[in-house]
């Protein structure tokens, strides 16, 4: 089974700040590990992915992610935050099997103030 | 040529009517993935295709839920006696191929139930 935790479902930071979403995902075999964007009555945008390899992640609009197996984290960051960042974003797990089925987060909100 | 899409974008209905959302993957993705984000139950997988076949209906919530596929392109969800609690928005997406991992999401269908 998979699961996945985000901490904080509002988050603000400053514009210029930096921005980290924390993930923790569960799962009982290898995961693959995404981070998805939502701007308001849009569908969802892929940012970046972990599959395998490397472990440091770029996406894009500057974020990325670190998957760090021993911690089962996948946080997502930015080092400076942008007004147009203002979202929800989700982490998702999937398995490595033939398909992949995505197990969503609940999703962090995202404000950036001046 | 452009993204998947979803039709209609708003739909509202009243309890026990039968709804059909309609979904258009992208053009040669053959997988294709039924979605649901409510405001309690967050993001929850439906049903995964692969060509015209359901190999995963999993996360139907009940047998009042069906979806088929056809031609391996268009897809249609839909739900017969509707309850208030089906109102939710339904999300699609698209892949390549089963084990590609990037799903490209549609914009969504948001169904309130009256």
């Known amino acids: 089974a998979q699961s996945v935790t985000q901490l904080g479902s509002h988050v603000s930071v400053s514009e210029g700040a930096l921005v980290l979403l924390r993930c923790n995902y569960s799962?009982?075999?290898?995961?693959?590990l995404f981070w998805y964007v939502q701007y308001p009555n849009q569908g969802l945008q892929l940012l970046l992915k972990y599959t395998t390899g490397a472990t440091l992640v770029k996406g894009i609009n500057g974020f990325e992610a670190e998957f760090k197996k021993s911690e089962t984290s996948f946080h997502l960051t930015k080092p400076s935050a942008h007004m147009s960042d203002a979202a929800e974003y989700f982490c998702?797990?999937?398995?490595?099997?033939?398909?992949?089925?995505?197990?969503f987060g609940a999703g962090t909100r995202l404000a950036v103030h001046p | 040529g452009a993204g998947v899409s979803q039709s209609p974008s708003n739909k509202v209905t009243e309890k026990g009517k039968d709804v059909e959302l309609r979904c258009d993957p992208i053009s040669g993705h053959t997988a294709l993935y039924w979605y649901r984000q409510s405001l309690g139950q967050g993001l929850e997988f439906l049903i995964y295709f692969q060509g015209n076949s359901a190999p995963d209906k999993s996360g139907l919530p009940s047998d009042r839920f069906s979806a088929e596929r056809t031609g391996g392109s268009v897809s249609t969800l839909t739900i017969q006696r509707t309850q208030q609690e089906d109102s939710a928005v339904y999300l699609c997406a698209s892949s390549f191929l089963a084990g590609s991992y990037e799903q490209y999401f549609g914009p969504g269908t948001r169904l309130t139930v009256t």
């Open positions: 799962s009982s075999v290898p995961p693959y």
């Open positions: 998702a797990v999937s398995g490595s099997g033939g398909y992949n089925k995505l197990i």
